[in-house]
Nanobody, 124 residues
Framework: QVQLVESGGGLVQAGGSLRLSCAASGRTLRNNAMGWFRQAPGKEREFVTTISGNGGRTYYGDSVKGRFTISRDDAKNSAYLQMNDLKPEDSAVYYC?????????????????WGQGTQVTVSS
């Protein structure tokens, strides 16, 4: 079993930056793809970004391309989401997810483990 804990969320002004962290415990995540998703009030959860098991491939949702960067540190069993130039529409609960597969996926149904989420609020 894998436990995921997100941190780093908070309130930031538009144009600002935040760095989210996802710490995993229970087993090593080496060679497991990881992803970030988000859900705003009244909306469905949406894909943000994903990274393959060795970090060699990354994919981003259209709305965050060029502003967000995913990374991983397998030595720390963690993943990160650097968010720059934040906009009010980025406000949401951000979830970290892990899948039992090396290949990165944009589909939330492909992920096996989820964190509880961290709130990001961007003020205008």
């Amino acid at each position: 079993q894998v436990q995921l804990v997100e941190s780093g969320g908070g309130l930031v002004q538009a144009g600002g930056s935040l760095r989210l962290s996802c710490a995993a415990s229970g087993r090593t995540l080496r060679n497991n793809a990881m992803g970030w998703f988000r859900q705003a009030p009244g909306k469905e959860r949406e894909f943000v970004t994903t990274i393959s098991g060795n970090g060699g491939r990354t994919y981003y949702g259209d709305s965050v391309k060029g502003r967000f960067t995913i990374s991983r540190d397998d030595a720390k069993n963690s993943a990160y989401l650097q968010m720059n130039d934040l906009k009010p529409e980025d406000s949401a609960v951000y979830y970290c997810a892990v899948r039992n597969n090396f290949i990165a996926s944009t589909q939330e149904g492909m992920y096996n483990y989820w964190g509880q989420g961290t709130q990001v609020t961007v003020s205008s």
